[in-house]
């Protein structure tokens, strides 16, 4: 591999022991700083016990082949070395060579912004979830390290306890868990100090460079990608002492297994694209780093002219997207939100009129349709976007400032009535069709129902309603049917009177009522009927019952660059100061590197490059809009336009809506709707010809494709070549058909989503069949073709499981083997699912705080019971973890683990499967249980895509 030019570190805070392990892959060797209170756990810094540790480290890290290096912290030489590794200043403009910092000069560190910086001489400090945890324990230790001496410089050492960095730990932990670093500037070095990391440029935080799963465990995401999963013993809460040099050594070897790991998560191809990306960007946009030179709106490039906001690699892309687009001052919001389209600009330019899209879609639907029902529903949508009209939705106070007292009073998403704003696509007939669509404020969602289900249980309810209708006829007084107990229907059914009177129909109390008032004992089915949409917490959404998966050829309409024409074409990013829309610079740009990166007169190398800088220019494009829309009143955004950005998405959905609805209208069923495209079942020609109208009305290029979709909602759908052969795509709860991914929260094995993409593809035609067992254990049988490598087969069979450690939601697994014995696990397992008594295999449970319901409680209290009544095994596992003091009103008990049987026999291997023997591999692959992996495939078809035909009782 060539070189990475990085240093990946980790620390480890104990109350007898301090350690920070430093891996330099480019120089094979690892360095140990440590600290430890007491002498004996060290040996006292023996030769012994540095063999012993690096025979440890090596048995536990087989991916690590390099040489180690120990430093004992306790000597200011040691302390020194790791002050000039990491960079220690706290100069007020750090990037500044000639800036004052009260440290020694050489602990200056190295910043991208130097003059002659060069990068190979420099390398980058990575960590994970370090710029919250890590850095702020530096910044600490460091601060407290060096004092003053006699010159007013901080050279003087102090030695520094490992108890001491652990009370800090603590601190953090318990008062400063979501930003530690706000605990430094307590004291001004320390915040200094920590800061000047970060402006450097060359500190990252890894897990920074994967925002979807930024919170995720570097043990999850290691487990998931094939390698080992090693935790410390010693690293839960009140078992965070350690007696012996074998524990120091463990922990050691714990400690280096999370840095060289680290580095293998570096190198998985999405975080090099994340990483070689904004480091493009930063050298392409000088101004994300440099102040602004004078009112040029020029960068200033200097290292005395650092922005004390510059960003990072490892900065957000929303933060890129707002700088790149305004790097400097800001951009002026509209005052109000409106659906006037395009810009007044825009249409002055091009000669075009500006239409106010929202009334032109209920024209629209009224050319359309003329009967005074349908009119209503669609006015449903139209009453609850024209809420939005002419309202201010930025809470900012730029916005107050740029609007003085013209400025409008701040609405908030809560004022507007929330509406039922599902509609149906409807025929040229009128009818609705088995497709609908829902409006938001957000993004634009539509599938199909099942009609079918819906028609029968509606048929079944209306049955009932005439069941009742003669039952009260033959019995007009209901004390009548209930003396009688039961009653012969028309067509010779025998029903009990339970079916048609309520549960308080005691013949005592019919008696006791007047005969006037007995009307109230019977059952009142009106309430059953069913809908299609019902009431789900505060929205209307589609009755779960009636969801539906659509398997069809389909046109697939995806709007080229929806948005980002969109906003260019409401002028919503253009600079004044700049004099240019950058958005629309840098759009235009993307479309030029379209071409460039697939043209062959380009060699392999310039092609790849310009591949990498288009994936930077998608960034930019895709990021734009939700940093212009913060929700909160208190974030910062050089580009905050909340009410251009709802405006824009608004007349977008109509926009699509219109489209969606003018196909359905020449006979179209449109089976899938997302804000920037559709998936339509029509001709291809009469697709093409609709198409044409539509896309020039709004300005937005749209390129017809055919494909085959099965379709379960706008999540979760696989695409596949026309002709059947290969599936271009998958999404959702199939996202992870080809391999695991650091970028997927994945709760199953990935084998499934490989088998079930292939099984949907094969029972296309018939979705609405039971599980076929034979064609999905044929599936299976395949793996091995489709998956040669072995290592690769093991991440598909794989699962990772995951226990909560909070106080709150304490869930902890455990196992039982062969004999029975408790067997304590660790946070995250990988875990294989083996054939019944193999041995090497235990029963897998959770130990869970459950928490008791208001109910519960008092029917214990009237009882005499004991309110909290804990499973005692679960209790000793739950303490076993560190979290035997459960939240008020928890009990401790034990739970099946979701989608694992307790009877299966499962096999825990936490070493990495990427770096194990052929032979280990093999072993694990042939002991593979496939009938209880196609279990999983079958009820993951069963609940979430098989198409329900059975008409259910109504109640």
Known sequence: MSRLNSYFYDIE??????????????????????????????????LDFKKAAARRIREKNQNFKGEIYYYNLCSSAASARLAQTFGVSDAQYVNDPQAPSSFPGQFRPVCDTDAGYQEEEAPYLMGYNSSNYDLTMLAYYFTRAWQPGESGKRDRFSAVTAR??????????????GNMRLRLWQDKTMGLVAKNFQMSGRHIDVAQLNERQRRVGLKRLLGMLG???????KLKPGQDYLTSPEELADLIAYNVSDVVNLKELFCHPYYQGQFILKKGLLGQYPDLIYQEDGDSYQAKIGPAFVRKDRLTIDSSSANFARRTICPYGRLKDDRAVSFLYPAASVAEKTGEKQRDILEESRDFFYKLFEDKNLRKKFDRVYDYYKQFAGKNFNPSKEYREDYGDQALPVSDLSDVENEDTNLFYYQKDGQPSTCYITFSVGGLHGSEYNRDLYLKDHALWEKKQADLAYVQKLYPDPLDLRKAREVTLPDGRVEKYQTFLTAKATIKLMEKTDPADRGQFWRDFSQDEPT???????????????????????????????YPNMLRRLNAFYNDRLGEDRYTAIFERKQELDKKRTDPQYSDEERRMFNIEREGTKLILNSAT??????????????RMNNRIRSMRIIGQLFTYMIGQAQTYAGARIVSTNTDGLYSVLDADLNRKILAKEAAEIGVEIVPEELYLVSKDSNNRLEASPDLTKILSASGSL????????????????????????????????????????????ILAEAEEAFPDPAHRLRMFQNVLSANHSKERANCIFGRGDAGQLLILQRYNRVFIYQDGLPKTVHLYSAAAKKLTPAM???????GEAVIQHDQEALSVLKANGLGNLAKGREATVQKIPNLSPDWFMHVENRAVNLLQAEEQEAILHSLDYDKYLDLVASAYEKNWRNLTKSGPVL
């Open 857 to 863: 409680l008092n029917k214990r209290k009237k009882s």
């Open 164 to 177: 001491e960095m652990r009370d800090f730990n603590d601190e953090l932990f318990s008062r400063y868990m």
């Open 626 to 639: 939700g940093a212009a829309d913060p929700r909160e009143g208190q974030v910062p955004s050089s580009i």
């Open 227 to 233: 390698w080992q999963i090693l935790e410390s013993d």
């Open 735 to 778: 996202a992870c058909r080809k391999d695991t991914s650091p970028t997927k929260s994945l709760a199953h094995p990935a084998i499934i989503d490989w088998a079930l993409s292939r099984y949907l593809l094969e029972k296309r035609t018939d979705l609405a069949a039971p599980f076929d067992r034979d064609l999905g254990r044929q």
């Open 13 to 46: 805070s104990l109350t007898n022991a301090f350690t920070l392990s430093c891996y330099r892959p480019d120089d094979q060797r690892v360095d140990i700083y440590y600290l430890v209170d007491d002498p004996a756990l060290n040996d006292k810094d023996s």
């Open 532 to 562: 299609v949409f019902k009431k789900q917490g505060s929205r209307v959404r589609l009755d779960d019952r009636y969801a539906f998966t659509s398997s069809d050829l389909t046109n697939h309409e995806d709007f080229t660059s929806y």
